[in-house]
């Protein structure tokens, strides 16, 4: 059973652990670095990036995720959590810092104030069936690097990404959703 952990200084992080749990994951959170340790797997959930990645920092927890990251840890982020894992943010908060390793570009809150939340029924490359998607003040991916695979669209725009270890997803696959997309996360994490 994968240990996976949610980290949990801000956002929906009771979702996730239940979807993660439901799948049969031992899911826990995490908002030390001890508990970053025992992760096979992390999830960043959906919330506000700008307070993630400050609170990130206070706790001592930034340096160590991107370390990480970085060594090769499957890691999912959804929504705030894909601003957490770009490389590079757009209409980011002045210093606005990240984890990184996801060499995107995204640009917050894109799909704009009149249609701050909207669902959609997005096709999703290795999914049978269309996800319903959840978006809440979500970003879009804007570039994507050579080694990105971009796996679901709205607007015109990738709204789910993977790349290596690192999966991503604009929209809140926690909420209202299946279990799927978490099901290939998992799968990343026994590969
Ligand atoms: N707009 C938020 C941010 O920039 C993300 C919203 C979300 O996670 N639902 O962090």
Known sequence: ??????????????EHVATLSALGADAFTVRRPSELERCDGLVLPGGESTTMAKLARTFDLLDPL???????MPTFGTCAGMILLADRIRD?????????????TV????????????????PFTGLDDPVHAVFIRAPWVEE????????????????????GHLLATSFHPEVDGDGRVHRLFLELVGR
Do not use: C, W, Y
């Open 1 to 14: 059973m994968p240990a996976i952990g949610v980290f949990a200084l801000q956002g929906d992080v009771r």
């Open 66 to 72: 991107r370390q990480r990251v970085k060594d090769g």
């Open 92 to 104: 980011g908060i002045e210093g606005q810092e990240t984890i990184g390793g996801l060499d995107v």
């Open 107 to 122: 640009r917050r809150n894109a799909f704009g104030r009149q249609v701050d939340s909207f669902e959609a029924d997005l």
């Open 144 to 163: 994507v690097g050579p080694g990105v695979e971009v796996l679901a669209s709205a607007e015109g725009h990738p709204v789910a990404v993977r790349q």
